[in-house]
C-alpha cells in the first residue's frame, strides 16, 4: 500500500471501530434501560400488592369494627328502653304508694304502656333483620376466630337484652292494671 492510503485506511478503520462501538454502546444502554424499567416495574408491582393487601386489611377491620358496633348498639338501645320502662313502672308504683290516684294520669299510664308495645314490636322487626344481616356478614366474611368469638358474644346478648325488656314491660303492664283498679 501507498503512504497516502494508509491514513485513509486507519480513519476507516477508526470510523468503522466507532460504529461498533456505538452499536455496542446503544445496545448496552437498551439492556441497562430495560433492566431499570423491569426493576422499576417489579417495585411498583411489589408496592401494588403491599397496597392491596394494606385496603384488604384495612377492609377487614373496617368490617369486623362495624358489625360490632352495630350489635353494640342494638343491644345498648333494648337495654336503655327496658330501663326506661322499669323506670316508669317504679314511679308507677310510687303513685300507688303514695295514693296519687288520677283517672287522667291512669289513661296516660295506659297510652304509655301501649306505646312500649308497639315500640317493642319494631325493636323486634330490628332485631330479626340484625341477625340476618350478622348471619349473612360472618357466613360470607372471614373473621378470625377471635373475633368470631366476640361477635357472636355481643349477638348472644341481643335475646337476654329482649328478655330484660320483655320482663320491664310485664312489670310495666302489671303496675299500670293494679294503677287503673285502684282508680
Keep these: 500500500m501507498a503512504i497516502t492510503e494508509m491514513p485513509k485506511l486507519k480513519m476507516r478503520f477508526n470510523y468503522s471501530k466507532l460504529c461498533v462501538m456505538r452499536t455496542v454502546l446503544s445496545f448496552l444502554v ?9 426493576a ?19 377492609e377487614h377491620e373496617l368490617s369486623y369494627l362495624k358489625l360490632t358496633y352495630e350489635l353494640y348498639t342494638l343491644n345498648s338501645d333494648i337495654i336503655m328502653f327496658a330501663n ?27 297510652q304509655y304502656y301501649e306505646s312500649c308495645l308497639r315500640k317493642k ?14 348471619t349473612l356478614k360472618v357466613i360470607t ?6 373475633e368470631l368469638n366476640t361477635l357472636m358474644a355481643g349477638y348472644n346478648v341481643i335475646d337476654d337484652a329482649y328478655d330484660t325488656l320483655e320482663h320491664s314491660l310485664n312489670m310495666l303492664k302489671i303496675t299500670v292494671d293494679a294503677y ?3 282508680m
Aim: hydrophobic letters at 35%.
Design 141 to 146: 366474611y372471614p373473621y378470625t376466630e377471635s
Design 121 to 134: 314490636q319494631s325493636i323486634s322487626g330490628l332485631i330479626e333483620a340484625k341477625k340476618k344481616f350478622f
Design 180 to 182: 287503673k283498679e285502684l
Design 84 to 110: 326506661e320502662v322499669y323506670t316508669k313502672s317504679i314511679a308507677i308504683r310510687l303513685d300507688l304508694y303514695n295514693r296519687n290516684l288520677n283517672s287522667k294520669l291512669g289513661n296516660s299510664h295506659q
Design 40 to 58: 422499576q416495574s417489579q417495585n411498583s408491582q411489589m408496592e401494588m400488592q403491599a397496597l392491596v393487601h394494606r385496603v384488604d386489611s384495612l
Design 30 to 38: 437498551s439492556v441497562l434501560s430495560f433492566i431499570s424499567i423491569q
